[in-house]
């Protein structure tokens, strides 16, 4: 009776153990922001609330990774002019100028016509499990789901960092 406690109280110990282990995709993830942050990444976490797709009743919210890349190249007067935007990879009525499936968060009937043009290159290049993009006087970001690895995040800095000297 006496082994029979014991080895219960050691599976409960390495039970434990093991609950508080981080999962495969933890360290992924972990690795993964490592290197982000190590060529220029800013990395959030948040909880992201798109706007309401058609058909629903209310928004959708979602826990997602935010990789944001910084501007350093705007003027005073540039940032205090500056149209702030946000796009979201859902379907609903305010999509004036972007492709099919997105939409607009805010922003919208803000850029010109060439901005529009080159905001819709940059979408139909991101990879597909990016949800949203927003730009500011401060930094251009995406949401992404973080599937792809160092390939996909590289291409993804490559893509927002060109994209911020545009300057909208």
């Known amino acids: 009776m006496k082994w029979m406690i014991i080895i219960l109280i050691m599976m409960s110990l390495i039970g434990s153990m093991m609950w508080v282990m981080p999962t495969q995709r933890q360290k992924y993830q972990a690795a993964l922001r490592m290197k982000a942050k190590s060529i220029g990444f800013q990395i959030q976490l948040e909880k992201v609330i798109p706007p309401r797709a058609k058909g629903e009743m209310e928004p959708d919210s979602r826990d997602m990774t935010a990789y944001r890349v910084l501007r ?31 939409s607009w968060a805010h922003g919208e009937r803000t850029l010109s016509d060439t901005q529009l043009q080159k905001l819709s290159d940059l979408i139909l290049a991101l990879p597909s499990g990016v949800f949203s993009l927003e730009s500011s006087p401060v930094l251009v970001g995406v949401h992404w789901d973080e599937e792809g690895g160092d390939a996909v995040m590289e291409q993804l800095y490559g893509l927002l960092d060109a994209f911020s000297k545009e300057g909208f």
């Open 72 to 102: 350093h190249d705007l003027s005073r007067e540039e940032k205090n002019n500056f149209n702030a935007w946000q796009i979201y990879r859902v379907e609903s009525v305010a999509n004036i100028g972007l492709p099919d499936g997105w």
